[in-house]
Nanobody
Framework: QVQLVESGGGLVQAGGSLRLSCAASERTSSRYAMGWFRQAPGKARDFVAGISRSGDNTGYAASVKGRVTISRDNAKDTVYLQINSLRPEGTAVYFC????????????????WGQGTQVTVSS
């Protein structure tokens, strides 16, 4: 079973940047596509970005496109989410997730989840 651990969250002012990391407990590159999701209090868990096993294919939610970059370092079994121009509405717990096959925008399609990292954006 894959274990995922997110890090890099924190408190940041609007307009600032953060880089989130997701470290996997085992080799993920050959088997798992990865996704980042976020969940604000009282709201559903929403797709933010996804990346294929090789890293050649990525996808983004319309609300973050142009401000967010997902990447992976398969040698380190780590996936990253660079978030620029942060907005207060970006305040949420950010989760990474893994699934076999291609990445999906639907949270229910993922098999493994991290515990999340809190991102708080002050205005």
């Amino acid at each position: 079973q894959v274990q995922l651990v997110e890090s890099g969250g924190g408190l940041v002012q609007a307009g600032g940047s953060l880089r989130l990391s997701c470290a996997a407990s085992e080799r993920t590159s050959s088997r798992y596509a990865m996704g980042w999701f976020r969940q604000a209090p009282g709201k559903a868990r929403d797709f933010v970005a996804g990346i294929s096993r090789s890293g050649d294919n990525t996808g983004y939610a319309a609300s973050v496109k142009g401000r967010v970059t997902i990447s992976r370092d398969n040698a380190k079994d780590t996936v990253y989410l660079q978030i620029n121009s942060l907005r207060p509405e970006g305040t949420a717990v950010y989760f990474c997730a893994a699934r076999e096959g291609f990445y999906s925008v639907l949270s229910e399609n993922y098999d493994y989840w991290g515990q999340g990292t809190q991102v708080t954006v002050s205005s």
